[in-house]
C-alpha cells in the first residue's frame, strides 16, 4: 500500500498493490495493520455502506456532529467519481480548505478522512458504486449538510453541467450558517 499525502496533512490517499495478469487481478483492500502502520491511527470502522449512482448524481457535502462523528475511508469499485473532504474543524488551520481526489475503478485509489471534514462526490462514469468504511454508525439525527456549491468553499468541481442532487442536499446549509466542529 503506497500513502500519498494531500495539502490537508489529515486527509490521506491509499494506493493500493495490484498484482495482476491475463486472469485479473487481485489486491488487499483494507489491513487494520497496515492502515495503523502507515497513518499512526488505531481505528475502528464500524459500518460499511455500498451506493450506486448515474452520472452526474452530487451527493455531499455530508458529515455527523460529535459525538457521533465519522471518519470515512471510501474506493470506488466500478466507474469513476470526483471526491471531496472539507476540513470543517473551525480551530484547524486548514479550516474550509478542500481536497479532491478521482477515484475510479481503474485506479483502485482510497481516500481516507478523519471525523471533522464534510464529504461529497459526483459521479463521472455512465454509472459508479462507491464503497466506505465509517468509524461510527449512521445516525439521522446528527447528520448535517453543507451545500456542495457554498461560495465560500468554492470546490473546483470537474464538470459542466447541472449536477442531480437530493432536496436534502439541495437544501444543505451554507457553511457559515452550520453546525461545524470546534
Known sequence: MNLIPTEIPEVLIFEPKVFGDD????????NAKTFAQLTGLAVDFVQDNHSKSRHGVLRGLHYQLPPKAQGKLVRVVS???FDVAVDI???SPTFGKWVGV???AENKKQFWMPAGFAHGFVTLSDTAEFLYKTTEYYTPEMERCIRWDDPDIRIEWPFHFSPQVSEKDENGSPMINAELFS
Do not use: A, P
Open 23 to 30: 486472469r485479473g487481478f487481485f489486491m488487499e483492500s483494507y
Open 79 to 81: 466507474g469513476e467519481v
Open 89 to 91: 474543524r473551525k480551530s
Open 102 to 104: 478521482f477515484l475510479s
